[in-house]
């Protein structure tokens, strides 16, 4: 029952979610942003190196390796323009020598030097997670692939039942989703030892380099810097061959991400944080809410991201305005202090956020006949975004994401109570598409079977059984490869002849042939009956539609008796 005296979710959601104020149950393992960690990398005795000679930096640098993983620093600080970065190392690899080491050089300059260190923390802060979660070694967690193998395939039947898209163009989403792949950082590929190697192998090559190189040409800010990439690649070296199924830019995003309370979808390939964004044990139905939001999201992701639409632009374009037009119809605070704001460039998360919820209803409502339930589990999906900051530099504001997000909730309207001319209320007849996709509210509602359902269920049964004779005598099977409009009796007599025939043919080699003879005739018989045999066809055809009306009837009655 709605509280009367809350706030009004008709009129503001994320306000009345966050006047809630429902409890946040801090995560398992802190993000390690918000830690106070050295700068530096830890050292150990047989990391001493005595160089008997020392070396300028390029003279035993690769700067076609620096520029590769620089590609992934450049990602993890804007993912958004992650082809520029690729482009940029393409057109790098062109260079000459010369040409790719001054190239770099300038490239490091100016660089947030934080964003280096990333890398490192995430693995040594990782290594020390797994020392204290001491979760079972594994390479896949069967629970939470199972909860996105399902998920995945509501929306693959999503797509295929509602989509005004062609066949082939239904397939070409489709394979998109089947193509998905999802990791879950520290319960699967969480090996100590393998991180422990790889973050020895960051350590060594970083120390073997600070006391091999002398550089007197490159400023030493800058060389440190070219350090800490260069040390990256014997660590991912241990980590590709680890985490294989895995492209290798994936994995560098996952070490670095891992200790953090961040989740993505990077070129079809899934982080989804668990420990450090929820703590399972405390709460696990609160987990698990917020948890099906942030999978629902980011598995949209596969067709809303800054990649070009794959067919009919105009249709995403449409589905698009629509979204930013509702971004705009919540955002007049924002607006008021800058006419020019607009949440278009960015209106590809608010796509995913309104489609990943949509989908989370989906599931949901399978497995509830609770109404009750569905509320509380999108009010605590979405109460996790009540903060004093809303604003985020790669996303809309939160409280304009949230309201878009659930006022395009086929249920929304029903959950709540909302009335035409209140704020959060939208018709059903102008939620947004995506995907080209029809909407039947039905679809989000309660689903689950009850006691009152298996009542109606058990009605229908009653009529089914009151049909079944009539539905016997046309009954149609498959026989030889032939359709023929026979009784059950009539099968299970066939089926006795033949294994007659079976045990004589196993007694003698003269019955066999005789019996192969017989067969042979048969078949002549069948050559030469074309004609009976599509009057059977036809028979059989005519009587399964009679009993198609009975069942038909059978069917009518049990709606009268509802």
């Not at 040409?99 to 923390?121: D, G, H, V």
């Not at 929306?155 to 163009?169: F, G, K, L, T, V």
């Not at 509602?445 to 009653?462: A, G, P, R």
């Amino acid at each position: 029952i709605l509280d009367p005296a809350a706030p009004l979710a008709c009129n503001n959601f994320y306000e009345y979610v966050c006047e809630k104020k429902i409890p946040r149950i801090p995560s398992r393992v802190r993000d390690v942003r918000w830690l106070e960690l050295s700068d530096d990398i830890d050292q150990y005795q047989d990391y001493v190196f005595q160089s008997a000679q020392k070396q300028r930096f390029w003279d035993i640098a690769n700067p076609d390796i620096i520029s590769k993983w620089l590609v992934q620093f450049d990602t993890y600080w804007n993912g958004v323009k992650w082809t520029d970065h690729v482009k940029r190392h393409e057109d790098f690899l062109t260079f000459d020598y010369p040409k790719k080491r001054e190239s770099l050089e300038k490239y490091f300059e100016p660089y947030n030097f934080m964003t280096l260190t990333r890398f490192y923390k995430s693995l040594k802060q990782s290594v020390e997670n797994l020392e204290d979660l001491r979760v079972p070694i594994s390479t896949h967690n069967h629970f939470y692939h199972s909860i996105f193998d399902e998920i995945r395939d509501i929306h693959i039947s999503q797509i295929r039942s509602s989509s005004n898209y062609n066949e082939d163009q239904k397939n070409v989403l489709i394979d998109r989703v089947k193509n998905l792949k999802i990791i879950f950082p520290y319960l699967e590929y969480n090996n100590l030892t393998v991180w422990r190697e790889a973050k020895t192998a960051y350590e060594k090559e970083y120390y073997r380099l600070k006391t091999t190189v002398d550089e007197k040409n490159i400023p030493a800010e800058v060389v440190e810097k070219l350090i800490r990439v260069a040390a990256v690649n014997p660590a991912m070296e241990i980590f590709e061959k680890y985490i294989s199924t895995f492209t290798s830019r994936f994995v560098f995003q996952h070490v670095s991400a891992a200790a953090a309370m961040l989740s993505f979808n990077y070129q079809n390939e899934i982080h989804i944080s668990v420990f450090t964004m929820f703590n399972p044990v405390a709460d696990p139905q609160a987990v698990y809410n917020q948890f099906l939001y942030v999978l629902c999201h980011e598995l949209q992701h596969v067709h809303y991201n800054v990649d070009p639409p794959p067919f009919e632009l105009s249709t995403w374009e449409s589905e698009k305005q629509c979204v930013v037009d509702r971004l705009d119809y919540y955002a007049n605070a924002y607006k008021a202090n800058s006419t020019e704001w607009t949440g278009a460039p960015f209106s590809y998360e608010d796509s995913a956020n309104v489609s990943g919820l949509r989908l989370m209803l989906l599931y949901i409502a399978q497995r509830t006949s609770d109404s009750n339930e569905i509320r509380d589990t999108v009010e605590r999906s979405v109460g996790r975004f009540c903060t004093k900051k809303r604003e985020n530099i790669y996303h809309n504001p939160h409280d304009v994401s949230i309201n878009v997000a659930v006022s395009q909730m086929p249920t929304f309207n029903a959950l709540y109570n909302c009335t035409p001319g209140e704020r959060m209320y939208v018709a059903p007849e102008n939620y947004c598409k995506s995907l080209n996709m029809d909407i039947d509210v039905n679809d989000y509602t309660t689903q689950k079977i009850e006691k009152d359902d298996l009542f109606v269920l058990t009605q229908f049964m009653d009529v089914l059984e009151n049909t079944a004779d009539e539905l016997d005598a046309a009954n149609i099977t498959t026989f030889e490869g032939k359709l023929f409009d026979i009784t059950v009796e009539d099968v299970e007599e066939r089926e006795e002849e033949l294994e007659g025939s079976a045990e004589s043919s196993e007694s003698s080699e003269s019955s066999e042939s005789s019996e192969e003879h017989e067969l042979d005739e048969g078949s002549d018989e069948l050559q030469y009956g074309d004609k009976e045999a599509e009057k059977a066809e036809i028979v059989s055809s005519s009587r399964f539609a009679s009993s198609t009306i009975v069942a038909t009837v059978g069917f009518c009655v049990l709606l009268i008796l509802l």
